[in-house]
């Protein structure tokens, strides 16, 4: 214990030495810890805007995947139609329901405003296939959907754009000169993992869209809720199926739709951001390394400079075990101090990311001590070499060192 | 004041060579002297530069080993003890005072006197109050955190003396401990040396080429290329 004070002891006797030597082993934790804190981040803002849409969520688009699996015209061609929605939604077991949506841009305007936004047209299913709420008012059902009728449910940002503060449940908007009524207001969703804000739209019935604003009678997707997470490939199944049958497509022909799961989105999400952690992780530990090279520099330096000291202390009686337990001892500080500094630093940096630009950068405690712990344990080993060479010192060559 | 653990320690050479070998060519420094010393006899090393004695003081410190022959502490045979064995025997028994001091730099000297008392394991207070006694008795009491570079010649050397009694030792050895000191500063220093062997019968062995020095002894010496002079 003694010994250690004493390798310490002499750190503090060069402190600009000692600073500048733990500097490396600090960059090397701190990007460690900083690049992991980023992946983790980035890695729960896509989880979380997946989970947003729905774990049980399947979503069928139009157009076919070639055999390389690049997608061709996908949700550009018009094969999906409302009746494959209604299909889906009666026949699929395994479905617990389905919603036809197409999406145009217009201008949108209120007495006082005009906002050029997003027109969804869907199924009074679609609420609830997206588990989604309303802030206010209420949502059209199946008469306003049979009949065409022009109403509208606002996105927040929209209602807020148009109206301020004023209550717009009520109210009509103009779409493409027509006038619609507002009968609810959707609650905020925020951003969709293709990065859309979710709530700069407007929502119509699917029919009034298709024959009032757009002239078409196609779908250009269609969302499907399996009963259950577990449930979701068994009700991939079935739309194939259902849809390949409609479609007349014969066996062995290629599908003109895709369908995709949530769950297989995320997690492909998943092990993507893995590797990416993984990687960060790999490249900043390069940092690390070059720190241990440093002390390893710097412990070569000071056994070489300090020879005639190591020969004074054997010759009163350090024996080379004692040398040896001094210089580890530095090298173990050295490479602490700089590694807690680095976590420390770390942890300020993620925080700072955090409040400048708002992304959610989770400390990663449990990386955080492992770095640490590792970063010491490298900067001790890289310590090993240059102590063990001056415990094997000659006490009379050391002596005599100039 | 320190108290002594036993008498001086008795010393002896049996035949030692030592053959240094710089670049392939075989340099001896000493070829052949065997040496006794009684336990607690002052004895003086005397001889001219490259004469080898020197070297003999480092043999009989166990710095080194001989190349062949033997040393014995008290009849027992030292030289062929492992590097850590002999490091803890130099801790115990032997105490070394240097020409150029060799106090540990950028180090107070009350930390310097308490080294040999670390490495000896003794708790840090103990360490502290012994070496602050220590100091005292050298007349270093008011310059404890002084270090060496504030300190003049003589006044290193006297805490160098101060840190090679710190361990109680029953073998004291000086090489020129007057060499790099005034003639006032280095009267005192051979004083201190002298006093101390007789105070504590500790055995004290003084290298030096200085006659004026080795006079002081009870015994002298002398080696020439190697090899004893007047062999006694």
Redesign the interface.
Same mark, same amino acid.
């Given at each position: 214990m003694?010994l250690v004070i !004493?390798g310490m002891r002499s750190l503090l006797?060069n402190p600009y030495r000692s600073v500048l030597t733990s500097l490396g082993i600090l960059i090397g934790v701190l990007s460690v810890v900083v690049l992991t804190g980023i992946a983790f981040g980035a890695k729960s803002l896509v989880l979380r805007s997946i989970q947003n849409l729905g774990p049980n969520l399947l979503v069928v688009i139009p157009g076919s995947v070639t055999d390389s699996g690049a997608q061709v015209g996908g949700g550009t061609e018009t094969t999906l139609t409302a009746d494959d929605a209604r299909a889906i939604r009666r026949q699929c077991p395994d479905i617990w329901n389905a919603s036809g949506a197409l999406r145009t841009a217009a201008q949108v305007q209120s007495p006082h405003a005009n906002w050029s936004t997003v027109i969804l047209g869907a199924e009074p299913s679609y609420l609830p296939v997206r588990d989604w709420r309303l802030a206010r008012g209420g949502f059209f059902g199946e008469e306003e959907e049979r009949g065409m009728a022009r109403v509208a449910v606002l996105g927040r940002i929209v209602a807020t754009r148009l109206f301020g503060l004023e209550d717009p449940v009520g109210k009509f908007v103009q779409i493409n000169h027509s006038p619609f009524r507002v009968i609810g207001i959707l609650s905020s969703k925020g951003q969709s993992p293709m990065g859309m804000n979710q709530d700069d739209m407007v929502v119509v019935p699917l029919t009034t869209l298709q024959s009032q604003i757009m002239g078409v009678s196609y779908v250009g997707v269609i969302l499907a809720a399996a009963t259950s997470p577990d449930r979701v490939d068994a009700a991939k199944r079935e739309i194939r199926g259902i849809l390949r049958l409609r479609h007349h497509i014969p066996t062995g022909g290629r599908s003109d739709f895709e369908i995709q799961a949530m769950s297989d989105i995320s997690k492909t999400a998943n092990r993507i951001s893995l590797i990416l952690t993984v990687l960060l992780a790999l490249i900043a530990s390069i940092s690390l390394i070059v720190g241990g090279v440093g002390i390893l520099n710097i412990m070569l330096v000071s056994v070489r400079e300090r020879t %005639?000291?190591i &020969?004074? %202390? +054997?010759?009163? &009686?350090? %024996?080379? %075990? $004692?040398i040896l337990v001094q210089f580890l001892s530095e090298a173990a500080a050295l490479s602490f101090f700089g590694a807690l500094a680095g976590g420390v630093g770390g942890i300020l940096f993620l925080d700072g990311i955090h409040l400048l630009v708002g992304w959610p950068t989770p400390i990663p405690w449990e990386g955080l001590f492992l770095t640490v712990a590792g970063a010491t344990l490298l900067g001790t080993l890289f310590g090993l070499y240059p102590a063990w060479s001056a415990s094997r010192l $000659?006490? +009379?060559e050391a !002596?005599r060192y100039e | 004041m320190v108290v002594r653990d036993g008498p001086g320690l008795s010393v002896r050479l049996e035949a030692v060579t030592k053959i240094y070998t710089v670049s392939g060519e075989e340099l001896p420094a000493l070829r052949g002297i065997s040496l006794s010393i009684p336990a607690g006899e002052s004895v003086a090393i005397v001889g001219s530069s490259g004469s080898g004695k020197s070297t003999l003081l480092h043999l009989m410190g166990l710095l080194d080993r001989p190349t062949s022959g033997a040393v014995f502490y008290d009849n027992r045979r030292v030289d062929t003890l492992s590097p850590s064995e002999r490091a803890v025997l130099r801790n115990r028994s032997v105490g070394f005072v240097f020409q150029n001091f060799q106090l540990i730099p950028r180090t107070s000297a009350i930390e310097n006197v308490e080294l040999p008392l670390l490495y000896r394991r003794l708790p840090a207070r103990e360490r502290r109050e012994r070496a602050r006694d220590l100091l005292a008795s050298v007349g270093m009491g008011d310059r404890e955190r002084h270090t060496s570079s504030q300190l003049s010649g003589g006044q290193q050397q006297r805490v160098a003396i101060a840190r090679a009694i710190a361990a109680s030792p029953g073998l004291l050895l000086a090489d020129e401990p007057t060499g790099n000191l005034d003639s006032r500063s280095a009267a005192t220093i051979l004083d201190l040396l002298l006093s101390l062997q007789s105070r504590f019968s500790t055995t004290l062995v003084l290298v030096t080429h200085d006659m004026e020095v080795a006079r002081h002894a009870q015994t002298t010496f002398r080696v020439r290329d190697g090899l004893p002079e007047d062999p006694q």
């Open positions: 003694t !004493l006797r %005639r000291e &020969g004074i %202390r +054997m010759a009163i &009686g350090a %024996r080379p %075990r $004692d $000659d006490p +009379m !002596l | -």
